[in-house]
Every structure is written in structure tokens, then in C-alpha cells.
């Protein structure tokens, strides 16, 4: 059920859990909600969870570390992901910032295994690219982290084809995560996925399900049509429409990780269910088409 997302790097599971809506954000699970969910995903072979300092406005880490605390399970038996990067304002800045200093990274590496109490993140992510990152500097850094064994791998999160050449020309990347779903195909087509191709790195998918864009049926969204078109063909199936966005990035033969979004075990358990399903190449080119509301060039 894992797989290596880059060439001798660590494996992760080929369904993540999305911590971002489990706290304060989202269904606000208590420690033993949250404690059986995190046990319930395992079972069902999730076994990597996706955080960033930020979630919940600093909470989430937090709580989750409680949770993962009291359910008990060995930290080796979990791959944890986090990311560093986004600044919200506090008393001392009024301002929405990115901050990829050696000094703050280090500070937020130490913040985030405080709060999920353990002593080392599997994955680390660069959460957004700053203007004005210095990208050996943060190469120096996270190699620094590697070596003191607080973090076993670095990546990137959002980034450009160019900016992730540029990063991995000092430090070896592991996985871009970006967005990827039927209502957002832009990495197919900007380069994001070919560079990931090119660097042998696997990308991880936030927002599969467009952030349930895809479920709204309120008369003012501008994606009514498109997901009455993908409607149509999910209707000729036999498929849901979250199936149909999962067996879709599934269908990739560089293989995407999709990240769930949700805080119910039902529907991550629907993203498990998908892995062993498929859709043929035509199904994947109709399902495209009723996105774009064109049949290809
Ligand atoms: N790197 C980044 O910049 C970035 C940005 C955003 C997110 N992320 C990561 O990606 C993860 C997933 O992102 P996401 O939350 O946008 O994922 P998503 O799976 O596209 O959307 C999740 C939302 O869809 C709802 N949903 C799921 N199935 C549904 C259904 N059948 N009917 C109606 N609503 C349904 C969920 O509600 P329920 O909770 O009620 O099921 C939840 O509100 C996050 O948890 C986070 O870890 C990363």
C-alpha cells in the first residue's frame, strides 16, 4: 500500500490523510475522535498524514500530536508530512508574509515536532515559493536538518516547473504537492507534472475533489456547467462524482498521491476503495473533456 514517492526516498501511503479540516478549520475532532480516526486509517492502509504549521491557525499540529499520543500507535508505524513557509500575522506583523529564512525554518521544524511530539517529520514541505527565496540558503538549511535527523526528506508545495529546477539544483527534492483535480487540471498542462517526470519525483495531489466544489449546486457557481458535463459522463458509469475524480488523477501512469480532504472515515475509505479500481484511456479523455468542455486538439 506505500510506495516510494522519489528514487531512494521514503515511501508514503498512496492515499494521504489531509489533517488541514480535522481541527479548528473543519469537524474540530476532539483527542479521541481524532485519536480513532487516525487509528481507522490505518486499517485501512493510510498511514501517511498531511499537516503545515499553519492548519487551524497553529492548532491543528497540535491537537493531532495529542491525538496520535493517545492512540498509542508507534511513530514508525506513521510517515508524517508538515510544512513551513506561510506566515499569518501575529501581535508583531500585521502582514500576510513568506518567510524562508534558515532562522525561521528552523524554528518551524522545531514548533511542528513539539506539537505533533515526535522527533523527526518524514517529509518536509517548502509550503509556497517566495519571491524572494534564496535557494541555497534553504538547500544549506534543510541539509542541516537531515543530518541532525529531524527530517528525513524535503519537497516543495506549489511550486513552478522552474522554480522546483531551480531548488533541486542544491538540494535534492522529493515531491511537489500541488493541486491537481477534474476542476484543475493547470499541472497537466504547465510543466508541473513533465518537471516532476523529469526529476523522477512523484507529486502529491491537494484538493482532489476541488475542495468540494465539485458537490456544490448552488445556482451561483461558475462551475455549474462543467460539473453537470462531468455529471453526465459519471451518470453513464455508474460512477459518484468523488469516485470519478479519484479513479481520474489515479489514472496517471506517473503515479499521483492523492491527498483526502475529509474528516469522515466513509470517504477516505472511498479514496482507499478507488485504488483498486480503474478507467480505461477513452473514460479518462471523456472525463477530461467535460472539464474543459472541449474534445482535445
Ligand atoms: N499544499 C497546499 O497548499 C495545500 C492547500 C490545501 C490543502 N492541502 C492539503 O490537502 C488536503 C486536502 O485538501 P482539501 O481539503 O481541499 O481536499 P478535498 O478532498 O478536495 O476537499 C475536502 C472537502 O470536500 C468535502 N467532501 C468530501 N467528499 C464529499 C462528498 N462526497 N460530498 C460533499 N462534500 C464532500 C469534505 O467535507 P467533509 O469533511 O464533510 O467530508 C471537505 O470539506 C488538506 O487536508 C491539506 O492536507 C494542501
Known amino acids: ?3 516510494n514517492i522519489a528514487e ?3 515511501q508514503l501511503s498512496k492515499i494521504i490523510a489531509g489533517v488541514m479540516n480535522w481541527g479548528v478549520w473543519g469537524a474540530d475532532l476532539n483527542t479521541t475522535s481524532m485519536a480513532a480516526l487516525i487509528d481507522s486509517c490505518l486499517e485501512l492502509g493510510v498511514s501517511t498524514f498531511d499537516h503545515a504549521d499553519i492548519y487551524g491557525g497553529y492548532t491543528t499540529e497540535e491537537a493531532f500530536g495529542k491525538a496520535f499520543k493517545a492512540s498509542g500507535v508507534q511513530r514508525e508505524k506513521i ?9 499569518y500575522p501575529t501581535d508583531n506583523s500585521k502582514v500576510k508574509a513568506y518567510n524562508t529564512t534558515s532562522e525561521y525554518i528552523i524554528q518551524q521544524v522545531e514548533q511542528s515536532l513539539k506539537n505533533l511530539q515526535c522527533d523527526y517529520l518524514d517529509v518536509l514541505l517548502l509550503h509556497r515559493p517566495s519571491p524572494i527565496m534564496d535557494a541555497r540558503q534553504i538547500a544549506d538549511t534543510v541539509d542541516h536538518l537531515k543530518e541532525s535527523g529531524k527530517i528525513k526528506a524535503f519537497g516543495v508545495s506549489n511550486f513552478t516547473a522552474t522554480q522546483m529546477e531551480l531548488l533541486s539544483r542544491h538540494t535534492p527534492l522529493c515531491t511537489n504537492q500541488v493541486e491537481a483535480s477534474l476542476l484543475h487540471l ?22 482532489p475533489l476541488a475542495g468540494a466544489i465539485l458537490f456544490t449546486t448552488s445556482n451561483k457557481s461558475s462551475f455549474l456547467e462543467q460539473r453537470d458535463r462531468i455529471l453526465t459522463v459519471c451518470n453513464t458509469y455508474g460512477w459518484t462524482l468523488d469516485q470519478a475524480a479519484y479513479l481520474f488523477l ?23 476503495d478507488c485504488l483498486n479500481q480503474s478507467i480505461s484511456n477513452d473514460q479518462f479523455f471523456e472525463l477530461w473533456s467535460a472539464s474543459t468542455g472541449v474534445k482535445v486538439p
Open 79 to 87: 510517515e508524517l508530512i508538515s510544512k513551513f513557509g506561510i506566515v
Open 250 to 272: 489515479l489514472h496517471h501512469p506517473f503515479r499521483l498521491f492523492p491527498i483526502t480532504g475529509s474528516s469522515k472515515l466513509n470517504r477516505i475509505k472511498l479514496a482507499v
Open 186 to 207: 493547470d499541472p497537466y498542462l504547465d510543466g508541473t507534472f513533465d518537471c516532476c517526470q523529469k526529476l523522477n519525483i512523484h507529486p502529491l495531489i491537494w484538493s
Open 8 to 10: 531512494g526516498e521514503i
Open 1 to 3: 500500500m506505500k510506495e
